[in-house]
């Protein structure tokens, strides 16, 4: 089993309901895969949202990439500009 950490920030994180969640899983999993594990548990679907950026520690990726034990993924929603 590898064990992966997900943190979700601005809406994600409220449709979610957490800043952080573990996941465990069998074997080394695509991202793509991981956020379809997701959408079924916490009933949101990730992969429809337009523009959302993906890290894996810590680094911009694609949804290709491959975590393994002990990654961390970021799931980033876009941001919109504040006011001036």
């Known amino acids: 089993m590898i064990k992966i950490t997900i943190k979700f920030f601005a809406k994600?994180?409220?449709d979610i309901g957490h800043n952080e969640i573990e996941l465990l899983l069998k074997s080394p999993t695509r991202i793509s895969k991981v956020?379809?594990?997701i959408s079924?548990?916490?009933g949101v679907d990730i992969n429809s949202r337009k523009n959302y950026m993906y890290a894996k520690n810590l680094e911009y990726c694609k949804t290709s990439e491959i975590l393994e034990d002990k990654?961390?993924?970021a799931i980033i929603p876009p941001v919109s500009?504040?006011?001036q």
Request: no cysteine.
């Open 81 to 83: 500009g504040g006011n």
């Open 35 to 37: 956020l379809e594990i």
């Open 40 to 42: 079924k548990d916490f």
């Open 71 to 73: 990654d961390e993924l």
């Open 12 to 14: 994600i994180k409220e």
